[in-house]
């Protein structure tokens, strides 16, 4: 089975913070994602990874960075953390090549910004 | 870009009823289509897909979901649900050639004992 595993399953910040979420998979899996979950707004892609060192804007990236150094590991960083981004993030990863789209996801991180 | 719609965010019903979501997707291509279920306190899941062949697709614990190519429709189904079906629900379509996975906006299903 594939495993996604999120480091922290809830955080609480302050206003202005720095933020890491960090998400590393043992699947040797290409593709790598961050949502965010929100009630009745269902998940938007925030930024994916298709390879070491690369990275796309997905949907909603404002206010988010992220960082690929090794294949298995998809770091997003929040700069200066805000209340409107107090949600839930999900690390998804998907094999690469014939590309179907199938994700597998990890618990997720809670995130509560004060 | 594709786009999915999911109607009726809130479902409440009883055991041994029956249940269909819809799910409609604007994207005039060629697609994959997802079902995902995300139990309470769990992680997002695979519950169905279809990629090619019979447009009716089964999946675990009893769900099916139809495809109609001319509707742009991805149906799920179940003829009786149970308490433990008690989740939420999202369709999820990815363009062919697409990295990309769209979501729609969730269905929130309540299993009355």
């Known amino acids: 089975d594939v495993k996604v595993t999120q480091s922290s399953r809830y955080l609480v910040k302050r206003t202005g913070e720095k933020v890491f979420l960090e998400c590393v998979q043992d699947?040797?899996?290409?593709?790598m994602f961050w949502y965010r979950q929100d009630p009745g707004l269902g998940l938007r892609l925030i930024y994916f990874s298709y390879d070491v060192k690369m990275k796309e804007k997905g949907d909603i990236p404002e206010g988010y960075s992220v960082s690929r150094e090794k294949k298995e590991r998809f770091s997003l960083i929040l700069e200066s953390a805000s209340t409107n981004q107090t949600s839930m993030y999900l690390c998804?990863?998907?094999?690469?090549?014939?590309?179907?789209?199938?994700?597998?996801f990890g618990e997720g991180s809670r995130l509560t910004v004060l | 870009a594709q786009s999915v719609s999911q109607h009726n965010h809130h479902v409440i019903l009883s055991e041994a009823a029956s249940l269909e979501l819809g799910c409609n997707y604007s994207?005039?291509?060629?697609?994959?289509l997802f079902w995902y279920v995300q139990y309470p306190g769990q992680h997002l899941q695979l519950l169905l897909k279809?990629?090619?062949?019979?447009?009716l697709v089964k999946g675990i614990k009893g769900f099916e979901a139809e495809f109609i190519k001319s509707k742009f429709s991805f149906n799920l189904r179940k003829p009786s649900v149970q308490w433990s079906d008690t989740a939420e629900y999202f369709c999820?379509?990815?363009?062919?050639?697409?990295?990309?996975?769209?979501f729609g906006k969730g269905n929130q299903v309540v299993v009355i004992p």
């Open positions: 699947m040797d899996h290409e593709n």
């Open positions: 994207y005039g291509g060629t697609v994959n």
């Open positions: 999820a379509v990815n363009a062919r050639g697409n990295n990309r996975l769209a």
């Open positions: 279809y990629f090619s062949g019979d447009p």
């Open positions: 998804a990863t998907s094999a690469g090549g014939t590309y179907t789209g199938e994700l597998f």
